[in-house]
């Protein structure tokens, strides 16, 4: 698996989302994530709102929304149906736990439908930990690790 490539959605004439609407709308999808018919012209034109297409070699395999709330990341990632269980969702996790999106965050929360077995653990192989339940949605959470300044310190000695 090469890199996975990100283009972000800025406008509701994308070119994928009709394709995309289709895909949200197939039922194993839309068990565990539903969207609304307003849902394009919301991540289009919200403040702090990014939807990102994923690419692996040229194929579209899925999609990310985030949203960002002074440190708190709101993340929600789906790899579509036929790209799953080959370990796109992992390397995306990472790729936005490193930031690549340079959105300072300190920390990331996602809600998982408590019958997404496979969801849950993939956050907690990731370093998410629950923290709660509301109603069917299990809450986990990502606290970006803080350097430690005296490792720091020794690694990078100051020269004087």
Known sequence: MDGLTYTRIVSEDDCDIRALS??????????????????????????????????????LIGTIHLEKYDDLLYMSILIFPEFQKMGFASKVIKDIQNDIFRLNYKRIEISVDERNVASRKL??????????????????VYEKQKTDKRISQQNNPRQI
């Open 22 to 59: 289709r895909i949200f709308q197939i039922p194993s999808v839309s068990q565990f994530i539903s969207i609304s018919d307003n849902y394009f012209h919301y991540v289009t034109n919200t403040e702090n709102v990014y939807f990102y297409k994923i690419y692996e070699n040229k194929r």
């Open 123 to 140: 956050f907690e192989n990731a370093g998410f930990s629950f923290v709660s339940k509301e109603d069917e949605l299990m809450i986990f």
